[in-house]
């Protein structure tokens, strides 16, 4: 494969204000969603577990499964991973 180096300017997710005010949205965001647990209109009336009467149960319970997903995926991918130049050596 050719290599392609372009020498241009960042684009606009690259430059630092974005990155940061991108990063303070996503924090103000799961703090509101963790209140919001807390809201009574919006908790189950009749929680099937007692642990789901919790108020931040499931944003807890969902970053849980996320990490979960993200760190056995490191793990599978050493198990059915080629190397990058697998696809050369055939030829």
Known sequence: MS???HDSQPG???KK???NAFLGFL???SIAAAVAGF???WQKDHPHFEVEGWGVFFA???FAAFMFIVLAGQHL???VGRKENYYEERE
Do not use: E, Q, T
């Open 39 to 41: 809201v009574p209109a």
């Open 12 to 14: 606009w997710a690259d």
């Open 77 to 79: 991918r050493k198990l």
């Open 17 to 19: 204000a974005f990155r």
């Open 27 to 29: 924090i103000v965001a």
């Open 3 to 5: 290599d392609h180096h």
């Open 60 to 62: 807890v319970w969902g």
